[in-house]
């Protein structure tokens, strides 16, 4: 007989975590509509969108913290609604807001988190002792919380998150209010545990976020899941592969309002210009933003035009088409308006 093929990397018949047609209102107001997502071993998933967008209340029915109005949430195979303790058993929940006890020192902060697992003696100590270790915090077990920089809080709170060992961690904006350095910190942990095998939802509304951490994304807007893919296959929905940035000074001849009309008929006209290559021009907030096929025969079209109308170029930047420019394509808005 054959011997089987051996499993790819991180793929299993069972996601470690699937939710399908998640619903949530508060009173009139939707908050959740119809999200499904799912997240394998060793995969991280970033939930992305801007405030409000439903992401907390995406997170919250994805742990059985609020019941969902719709729709239904599988734990390692396990149905929450069935049998919602084995289902908490395996997830591991990191809070937008931060919980812990300030004026208990950081192994009795534990020892209340283990306690909620039955967690006590000689394996507290153990799990303890390697939790620190994965947040970087080994030495500070004895200092409490209430002295710890605000990074230091949120790495002690997301290792009372992992004592349990879940194999599931939902993160709630990790990094907000937190220092680069103990970003940095807190981006090496998380990709610790990815390789460890851990499946990781991770929430943001910063795109540089996603980019650098997510295998894939999911972007939600108004409680709606606009688009998700990896980053790559969420570039290549766009229409072009590059962008342009460009701030010009159309002089001191026209009030604003008709500078900003000339402006317009002159982004229109480049659209229509078949062979520049602009797939899209939008004006925001006094910029140029450009779509282009090719980065050369693009701006040189744009500085042609620029010139042409007898305006100068304050500012140009140029780069790859992002997550930034998806988003904008999808919702018709910056993610940080
Ligand atoms: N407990 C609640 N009662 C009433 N409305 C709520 C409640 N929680 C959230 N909402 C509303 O639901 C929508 C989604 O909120 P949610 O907190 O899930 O968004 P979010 O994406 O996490 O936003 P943020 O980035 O600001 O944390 C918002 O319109 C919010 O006002
Ligand atoms: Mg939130």
Redesign the pocket.
Known sequence: MDTPPPPAPHSTATPALHAQGLRKR??T?V??DDVSLQVAPGELLALL??????????IAMLCGLTPADGGQVRVGGIDLAQDSAACKHRIGLVT?DLALFEDLTTHENLAVFGALYGLKGAALKTRAAQVLQAVGLADRGRDKPATFSGGMKRRLHIACALLHSPSVLLL??PTAGVDPQSRNAIFDTLLQLKAAGMALVY?T?YMEEAERLADRIVI?DG?RVAAQGTLAELVRQLPATHRLDVLIDSGPALDEAAALQAQHRCLQGLVQQAQAGVRSATLHEGRWQLQLDDLTTGSAAVLQAVAGAGWRVRSLASGRASLEDVFLQLTGRQLRD
């Not at 969108?49 to 209340?57: D, I, T, V, Y």
């Open positions: 508060y009173g107001r908050a959740v969108g801007p405030n409000g967008a439903g992401k907390s209340s995406t937008q709630d904006e929430t509304h939600i409680g």
